[in-house]
């Protein structure tokens, strides 16, 4: 019996500027921002939340717990 059915993001891709750009997830999917942004709003990925930021985009973050090693950007990457 699975209790969690979501998925997690378990590794990320960055651009030159270290803006996040693609996720790999727990079952080994690979989504662009766009994709996981999508993911994340429908509640399909775990330990994240979506956000306005101050340029009126969307964002994807962490869900706040006060442990910094599982950050987004603490993930290892993935080419």
């Given at each position: 019996m699975e209790m969690n059915t979501r998925?997690?993001?378990?590794?990320?891709?960055?651009?030159?500027?270290?803006?996040?750009?693609?996720?790999?997830?727990?079952?080994?999917r690979v989504?662009?921002?766009?994709?996981?942004l999508q993911e994340v709003k429908a509640?399909?990925?775990?330990?994240?939340?979506?956000?306005?930021?101050?340029?009126?985009e969307m964002h994807?973050?962490?869900d706040?717990?006060?442990d910094p090693t599982n950050n987004l950007d603490a993930l290892p990457r993935f080419e």
């Open positions: 998925e997690s993001f378990i590794a990320v891709q960055k651009n030159g500027d270290g803006d996040l750009t693609a996720f790999k997830t727990s079952s080994g989504l662009d921002y766009e994709q996981a509640g399909a990925i775990a330990g994240v939340n979506v956000f306005k930021g101050r340029d009126g994807i973050r962490g706040a717990d006060g």
